[in-house]
């Protein structure tokens, strides 16, 4: 980092509401702030190169939120959701053939009648336009670096990172400092594991008292499809196949729009054998006999991967701190059960808006929003979590067949009685905790891709359009950097090296025969900004960092 003798310094510019993040989060509390007061000056910040470059989802969305923020977004001749769910499909797969399960005895609260299939980044793209329209300033391309206190440690405001610092950390011809963003209010929108809400959970202890946050890598691909394959409006989920026990997760398959189908696989992160790679298991899912036909003679388009946060109620940390707010998936909001957080998303944007304008309506700043946090739970984003609860924990006990059988009967009982047989149940470790040691583990040991239907790393990492500027630090630190090769590659055979969807990390030899001279190597312009590592790590000595604004992927339509 450039010191102050060598840089000039850093600009400052004021608002009433800062928020970090363009996802339905942070663009339904931007939009939702002008509409209550128009003379608000709120602010948008971006990491992506553009506002959706960096969203990926399924996405199977439930209007609720939509509905409530903008009402008129069905008749709206631009409205990115245009297919409508016409048919909801649950497969148990097995290895050679696959069971449908009947909808009939499925808690309704999994049905997608009235939900619509589309793309999130879609979404956003458009959200940003009506937010824009009301007068909110969006800034993409930059990434929030640095939270930014004041004399009693609230929250004030956060900063930019500089541009043009070379790798080896000092300045170079290009250096622009980075610019402070200050606020009455900041609202930390950055999805599942941010890195800014990470550092504002642990300095606030927002965390005490609740479960560990729990995640799942969803890795995705956007393909078009041979118009004779094509079922517009299908929402196909699967359980089970390939996934062994030690590990619990499944697919999506959503077709929509023209000829597209959003296919994907979803690991939870606490699966336990180090041997196993998501992305992998995801490649092999698609070459299954009730599967691999939706994609012949099609053509993949897109691929890329994001973490989920899906701890839900047990999990979610206090929602508010001097200064500011959590919301959306930054929040932990998403309903692991339903795979959906959108509607969350933009109900807790929503939510903090109207706390957020009533606090500042009443001329204060910088305090605590405590309305938010005791609102939340008695709100619809609270009554969609709490009947859910237990799904996850159950599914860490007993496994796919077991938990999955358990988890339907808890929500039934949820649904029917508003009662639980379990009460809440915890969710014990964080999933860095969960690997056991390779010596006790049976190898998993991956098919080579055919090419056309299942792919190599390269490949895919090349569909998401991915793009760091070379020169500049690694955003991915190592706390520690003898741990990988000290302590990871031994017990564990470096995870690293499998769990990232991105090639980002490798461990190479001298001679790859006598595997001598080991070392760890991060190649950290394919990173997919999917913030598995900084979960993962079973050291927790890997950190995701914001690189150089506008750095990562480029998603068109993710
Ligand atoms: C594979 C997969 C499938 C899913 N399927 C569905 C589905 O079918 N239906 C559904 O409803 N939900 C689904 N979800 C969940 C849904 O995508 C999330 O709940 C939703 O995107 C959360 O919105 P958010 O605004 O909180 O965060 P995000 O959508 O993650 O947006 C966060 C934004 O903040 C930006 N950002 C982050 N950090 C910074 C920073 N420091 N500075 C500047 N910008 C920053 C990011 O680039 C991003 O644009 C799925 C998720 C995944 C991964
Ligand atoms: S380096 Fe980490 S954040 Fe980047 S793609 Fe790999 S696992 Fe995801």
Not at 19 to 47: F, H, M, T
Not at 221 to 228: G, K
Not at 360 to 365: D, E, F, I
Request: proline fraction near 7%; glycine fraction near 12%.
């Amino acid at each position: 980092m450039a010191t102050t003798e060598e840089a000039p310094a850093r600009e400052a510019m004021e608002f009433d509401v800062v928020i970090v993040g363009a996802g339905p989060a942070g663009l339904a509390a931007a939009i939702r702030l002008k509409q209550l007061d128009e003379n608000l000056s709120v602010v948008v910040l971006e990491k992506g190169s553009e506002v959706g470059a960096h969203i990926l989802s399924g996405a199977v969305i439930d209007p609720i939120g939509l509905d409530r923020l903008i009402p008129d977004w069905r008749t709206d001749p631009e409205t990115p959701l245009k297919t409508k769910v016409a048919k909801d499909r649950y497969l148990v797969l097995t290895a050679t053939g696959g069971m449908a399960l009947p909808n009939w005895p499925m808690p309704r609260l999994l049905g997608n009648h009235g939900n619509f299939v589309g793309s999130l980044g879609m979404v956003v793209r458009w959200l940003a336009k009506r937010a824009e329209s009301l007068g909110v300033e969006i800034y993409p391309g930059f990434a929030a670096s640095e939270t930014l206190y004041g004399p009693k440690g609230e929250m004030v405001g956060v900063a930019t990172g500089d541009m043009g610092v070379g790798r080896d950390g000092k300045p170079k011809p290009s250096f622009t400092p980075g610019m402070e963003l200050r606020g009455k209010y900041t609202l930390l929108a950055e999805g599942a594991r941010g890195s800014l809400t990470k550092h504002i959970i642990e300095r606030f202890k927002l965390d005490e008292g609740r479960d560990p946050q729990k995640f799942g890598i969803g890795i995705k691909e956007l393909w078009q499809v041979d118009p004779q394959r094509f079922q517009p409006g299908l929402v196909q989920h699967t359980l089970s196949w390939p996934l062994k026990a030690g590990a619990t997760g499944g697919s999506f398959l959503y077709h929509y729009d023209d000829n597209l189908v959003s296919v994907g696989f979803v690991v939870h992160l606490n699966y336990t054998n180090p041997t196993l790679s998501p992305f992998d298991e995801f490649q092999r899912f698609k070459t299954h006999p009730l599967i691999a036909d939706t994609f012949a003679g099609g053509k993949r388009l897109a691929y890329g991967a994001r973490a989920i946060a899906s701890g839900g109620w047990q999990s979610v940390p206090r929602v508010s701190f001097p200064g500011g707010a959590l919301i959306g998936c930054a929040a932990g909001f998403l309903n692991f059960a339903r795979i959906k957080g959108t509607h969350n998303a933009i109900l807790s944007g929503m939510l903090a808006a109207e706390k957020v304008h009533e606090a500042l309506a009443q001329g204060r700043a910088h305090d605590e929003v405590v309305a938010y946090e005791e609102a939340w739970r008695g709100s619809d984003i609270g009554r969609d979590l709490h009947k859910v609860r237990n799904v996850k924990p159950l599914l860490s006990r007993f496994g796919l067949a077991g938990g999955t059988a358990l988890g339907s009967i808890d929500m039934w009982t949820n649904e029917l009685a508003g009662v639980s047989l379990f009460g809440t149940l915890k969710h014990g470790k964080p999933d860095s905790a969960t690997l056991k040691p390779i010596s006790e583990c049976e190898p998993i040991v991956y098919p080579k891709p055919d090419g056309k239907i299942s792919f190599d790393k390269p490949s895919s990492v090349f569909l998401s359009n991915t793009n760091h500027e070379e020169d500049q630090p690694v955003h991915l630190r190592l706390k520690d950097p003898a741990v990988p090769i000290r302590d990871n590659l031994p017990k564990y055979g470096e995870p690293a090296r499998l769990y990232c969807p991105a090639g980002v990390y490798e461990v190479v030899y001298t001679d790859e025969k006598l595997k001598s001279d080991p070392r760890f190597v991060i190649n950290a312009q394919n990173c997919v900004h999917c913030k598995t590592c900084d979960i993962k790590d079973p050291a927790q000595n890997i950190e995701w960092t914001t690189p150089e604004g506008g750095g990562g992927p480029n998603y068109e339509a993710m």
